[in-house]
């Protein structure tokens, strides 16, 4: 599989090529896959933490199943996420990134009036494809674009597609801010979705402008995100678009509760924006 990139390939990007080799393959079993899978059947008897993981089909739990192992294998080689252990990856990303899916599909049909099928969603700033592989995973109606500016990290989201198989992902590598300028992407994506990247009203500036007219952005934060939201009025009222609702969702975090904040693009973003890269987050709107 090819990575798609808003502009052509760097040297460096190619050379990169070789990184691949010094880096573990996913070959089940592995002592990873079979953590797994003995921490998924302790959890299904003990009836409580993997509630949203339980709910998918048997492929789809081999397919999570194969991205933990990829995960925690190239984690060894390349930092792609803090935790090292197959219950903190279920429960603090992949429980995590499930439980957005039942807000974007209730405020998709609530507030743009359309079917959930077949999405076109961006998963910005995507780093370790969390949220956006997951929810390939989970709702393989949905196309899924991946969005990395990283090298290293584009190539396992690249192998993690191959090795598990999803055909509704694409990896696509590029700043948000130079994506958002590219017409290819520019106002193309019915939801917009980021987890972990920066603060409210610098996630607008790099996910609004991807959003066309009428299509959500929905922002994964934590359990009390009001300052941040109040701190982003004037930014989500540049960017077009206004907050729609607030989800409560579960979580098996450090933090508890937390929150999907949903918004609805009502007026198109104007041309300026997404401003050079850089400059959202030295100069917040």
């Not at 691949?20 to 933490?49: D, E, M, Q, V, W």
């Not at 017409?183 to 979705?193: H, K, L, P």
Request: proline share 6%.
């Amino acid at each position: 599989m090819m990575i798609c990139c808003g502009r052509a390939p760097s040297r460096s990007a190619v050379s990169l090529r070789h990184f691949i080799k010094h880096l573990p393959l996913t070959k089940p079993p592995t002592r990873l896959s079979i953590k797994f899978n003995l921490y998924c059947s302790a959890g299904l008897a003990s009836g409580a933490k993997l509630s949203h993981y339980e709910s998918l089909s048997a492929r789809q739990k081999d397919q999570i199943s194969l991205y933990v192992d990829s995960l925690l294998e190239w984690n060894q080689k390349m930092n792609l996420t803090a935790v090292r252990e197959v219950e903190d990856v279920m429960e603090r990303h992949v429980e995590d990134s499930l439980a957005i899916i039942p807000p974007i599909q209730d405020s998709y049909s609530s507030y743009c009036n359309g079917s959930c099928d077949k999405l076109n969603v961006v998963d910005v700033g995507t780093g370790a494809g969390l949220p956006g592989i997951i929810l390939a995973i989970a709702c393989p109606d949905w196309n899924v674009t991946l969005m990395e500016s990283m090298n290293k990290r584009c190539i396992f989201l690249e192998h993690a597609v191959e090795v598990t198989g999803i055909s509704n992902a694409k990896v696509v590598r590029g700043r948000a801010e130079n994506l958002g300028q590219n017409q290819e992407y520019r106002e193309f994506y019915d939801v917009a979705v980021a987890r972990a990247v920066a603060e409210m009203r610098i996630l607008v500036e790099y996910c609004l402008p991807l959003v066309r007219l009428g299509g959500l952005f929905v922002a994964a934060k934590g359990h009390d995100p009001k300052e941040e939201i109040t701190n982003a009025e004037r930014a989500l009222q540049i960017m077009g678009a206004s907050v729609v609702k607030l989800y409560s969702v579960d979580s098996h975090s450090p933090h508890g509760q937390r929150t999907a904040i949903v918004c609805l693009k009502g007026h198109s973003t104007p041309n300026k924006y997404p401003r050079d890269p850089g400059t959202p987050a030295k100069l917040p709107l």
